[in-house]
């Protein structure tokens, strides 16, 4: 990724929460062999002095040109940590540039080997070592940060009750056709890229072949001045995650104006997803460490989501295995039907699938690769 490129993805200010640092009551730790890391991704963590009998984790992913200690510096997380008891796990990227690998087929894949699979990693590590509840594990980031907020959404479901996603990209958006690590997508970035919720939704669950868990609420911000990762890019994660949660992109249930500040509109399109559109803010839009706290419903006055179904235990071991050699692609030829009944958005194929094969009309089982099938329109 150029470098110019870099300077403009870390163009969030380090300064919107001056005094914090000093004023915690612990330090920043760093971990290291917290288990299976195969891109080397740094592990820094916050524990307040005082924490929760069973504390929840928020992880927090630094922009471009930032590390994990830089983040824990300029945002608002371990000043909120001791005030609230959680702990907080700062990833740092192992990349030139730090960037982070939102576009490599390792990094967009379940146990693939890349960035996600090391920041996966830690959650077991944290669950084990510091009795963190495994229903109350929570991600969020900046930029690049915001752009891995979304993978590893798709990419280990599993671990997270809820995201918040501050000036990103919908997962997958930034892929390499070369299979590239850390590499640049203009088409994304600028903005061109407009896919149907159902086709976002099929990349996400190529990402996790076989997955038939629920996924992690989501709350997206972007600014309309974005001229680094364009305000298109909210309609399509808006898409994505409208796809995942069988929700309408095109009709939220409700429009807040002036929420959660002057000038933001908040659109709510289900209890799982939030859009946020900051008028006139560029890249990125700063953090909102308040109304993060209740979006996960470690405060109140948000829509907590609900926990997980079978949240990770303290035991859990996230592998790694080999990637695919292209990024997800979607087909319009179904696999041969042979018995069950799927519903809308249901698996419905692909290599060692156990499940039901038909979809209710007027769904038709679609190829997203060659692990997964999903129920889609005609």
Not at 183 to 211: I, K
């Amino acid at each position: 990724m150029a470098g110019l490129t870099r300077t403009l993805l870390a163009s969030l200010a380090l300064s919107f929460y001056p005094g914090l640092v000093s004023a915690l009551t612990s330090t920043l730790q760093q971990v290291t062999n917290f288990g299976s890391n195969p891109t080397n991704v740094g592990m820094y963590v916050y524990k307040p002095t005082t924490v929760t009998a069973s504390p929840a984790v928020i992880v927090a992913i630094h922009e471009c040109t930032a590390t994990g200690p830089d983040y824990f510096e300029g945002s608002p997380y371990a000043s909120l940590a001791d005030t609230y008891g959680f702990i907080v796990i700062y990833p740092s990227s192992p990349n030139s540039g730090t960037c982070w690998d939102v576009s490599s087929p390792a990094s967009l894949t379940h146990n693939g080997g890349g960035d996600s699979n090391g920041i996966a990693n830690m959650i077991p590590y944290a669950i084990s070592t510091y009795n963190a509840d495994p229903s109350a594990i929570f991600v969020t980031g900046s930029s690049s940060g915001a752009m891995m907020t979304n993978v590893l959404a798709a990419t280990y479901p599993e671990l997270w009750r809820a995201g918040t996603v501050y000036s990103g990209v919908a997962a997958g958006c930034f892929v390499s056709n070369f299979g590239g690590v850390d590499a640049w997508n203009s088409t994304c970035a600028e903005g061109l890229t407009d896919d149907t919720q159902q086709q976002w939704a099929s990349v996400v669950h190529a990402m996790y072949p076989g997955y038939t868990g629920t996924y992690p609420p989501m709350q997206e911000y972007h600014g309309t001045a974005d001229t680094t990762l364009y305000p298109p890019n909210l309609n399509e994660e808006v898409k994505e995650w409208s796809g995942v949660f069988g929700y309408n992109a095109a009709a939220p249930t409700e429009v807040l104006d002036n929420t959660p500040l002057s000038g933001y509109t908040k659109s709510i399109y289900g209890p799982a997803l939030q859009g946020i559109l900051a008028q006139g803010v560029g890249h990125t839009v700063p953090i909102q460490g308040d109304e993060d706290l209740k979006w996960f419903g470690i405060i109140p006055g948000g829509a907590a989501p609900p926990p997980p179904t079978s949240p990770p235990t303290g035991t859990t071991t996230i592998g790694t295995t080999t990637a695919p050699t292209a990024p997800p692609t979607t087909s319009s030829a179904p696999p041969t039907s042979t018995s069950g009944t799927v519903a809308e958005y249901g698996q419905c194929g692909g290599i060692g699938w156990t499940g039901g094969t038909v979809c209710i009309s007027p769904f038709t089982c679609q190829v997203s690769n060659a692990y997964y099938s999903q129920c889609l329109p005609a």
